[in-house]
């Protein structure tokens, strides 16, 4: 690979040497994982609906804490329309009807919980499954890289023809408002609609830079957990628990930053189709978007991508762990100070990205940490990644190796009600020189 050495010697001199005493993965003096996140929901009841949404929500509406909210079928906050949520108040989608909640392009949602007090989105079974409702969608007037507006109407398959314009995203304002998401928790949502795709947890279409997302989990997705399509978008605090497809999908010329987030997977819950704490992609297909547009580009910095395996290496001969990072072809991507811990392998990068120096400039890990990943970063279907490791193993980008298990590299990973999965920084015995067991086969 051509010219290397230089390059690798100008960042060297360009990146402040302060990255290798600087923490990494999640952050914060305290747990902020504490009081409103639910590590145990499916052992949580659902008290008893005393309201039901149903059609379109078409004038300013609140919903309130001393009441229960049930979602019977796709429900709409119209253009033009705000929707506000009251801190500690409880919507149950309905299994039955494929409850779900879309706020339209010029619609706002005010959903600000609580730290002690916060909203929940929840299933309506008794026994809990993911997928047993739709999922909360916020459509906005932000640019995508698609011909025209992109729709979600495959996620609706009751939608009667004066809806569809309640189901179009997309526009040309970067800093449009569609209000605030803020301790928010939204679980076992994903349901399969007819067309074999699945909701996404919480998917966020067309979102632009003034709407406000942070301190929000979405946990037991089916599909995806939280998806971003086109936007504009800063996302803080997030956390993914237990999905079955993607944590955490960027596509269609998102520009989006996430920052102090986290995933953590299952082996024994996830897709086998493809399921990646994060999937960064400029598109599905080519033909599908205009190349005069930017392509999707994701600045994800401090953030905590963990598998927890009971028995790693076993999990990895039964093909239940996959690599934790996808990145597709004409996508950017600048990752820093974050944690991959337990994947096969930490990333993959798709096999249409050529491995050159023009390439591998948009795709940045610096600072980074990869424990106990069964190989560092891959092109698709190539065992051979020596290039790859000489560029991103090379000291001027401050990544560092180590092979803990999870127990002696996170605070407390073994509490259900009250995890810390803040690193142990004085445990960590980690090195800048690749070891040659963390190669994959």
């Known amino acids: 690979m051509k010219n290397f050495t230089q390059i690798i010697f100008i960042l060297l001199v360009l990146t402040s040497t302060s990255y290798a005493q600087q923490e990494k993965g999640i952050v914060g003096e305290d747990n902020w994982l504490n009081n409103w996140t639910d590590f145990r929901p499916n052992q949580s009841e659902s008290p008893e609906p005393t309201k039901i949404l149903t059609g379109s ?27 506000t949520i009251e801190p500690g108040t409880v919507i149950i989608g309905d299994y039955n009807s494929n409850g779900s909640l879309t706020v339209a392009k010029g619609a706002t949602i005010m959903a600000e919980g609580l730290q002690t007090d916060p909203i929940v989105f929840t299933s309506n079974r008794s026994v809990k499954k993911a997928g047993d409702w739709g999922g909360l969608t916020i459509l906005g007037d932000a640019p995508s890289n698609k011909f025209g507006n992109g729709s979600v109407a495959s996620f609706h398959s009751n939608l009667n023809s004066d809806s569809y314009a309640a189901v179009n ?36 279409a067309g979102v632009g830079s ?53 995933a953590i997977r299952s082996p024994y819950v996830s897709s086998n189709e493809g399921s990646r704490c994060l999937q960064v992609l400029s598109y599905s297909k080519e033909d599908e978007v ?19 395996s009971k028995d790693l290496e076993t999990d990895i001969k039964m093909n239940l762990v996959q690599e934790a990072v996808f990145i597709g072809k004409d996508a950017l991507l600048n990752m820093n100070k974050s944690v991959i811990s337990g994947f096969n392998p930490a990333v993959i990068l798709d096999e249409k990205i ?20 069964n190989g560092n970063i891959f092109v698709e279907y190539n065992s051979n990644n020596e290039d790859l490791e000489n560029w ?32 142990r920084i004085n445990k960590i015995i980690a090195s800048n020189e690749v070891d040659p067991d963390l190669r994959m086969d």
């Open 290 to 308: 205009d190349f005069t547009k930017s392509g999707t580009r994701v600045v994800a910095k401090n953030l905590t991508f963990l598998n927890d």
């Open 210 to 262: 003034e709407t406000i997302v942070e301190n929000v989990m979405v946990s037991y997705a089916a599909g995806n957990a939280i998806e971003v399509l086109g936007g504009n978008l800063s996302m803080y605090n997030m956390v993914s628990y237990k999905a079955n497809s993607n944590d955490y999908k960027f596509n269609y010329g998102a520009q989006c930053q996430i920052l102090n987030s986290m």
């Open 354 to 373: 050529a491995i050159n120096q023009e390439n591998l400039e948009k795709i940045n890990f610096t600072a980074m940490l990869f424990n106990n990943c």
């Open 392 to 423: 991103y193993g090379n000291s001027a980008f401050f990544n560092v190796y180590s092979k803990g298990d999870n127990f002696e590299t996170f605070i407390d990973t073994r509490s259900a009600k009250r995890p810390d999965y803040r690193l």
């Open 57 to 83: 929500i078409s004038e300013n509406t609140t919903l309130y804490k001393k009441d229960v909210y049930l979602l019977l079928g796709s429900v709409f906050v119209s253009e033009n329309v705000t929707l």
């Open 169 to 204: 995203y997309g526009g040309e304002n970067n800093d449009d408002s569609s209000g605030i998401l803020r301790y928010v928790r939204i679980e076992f949502a994903g349901k399969r609609v007819a067309n074999g795709s699945y909701f996404s947890g919480l998917l966020l």
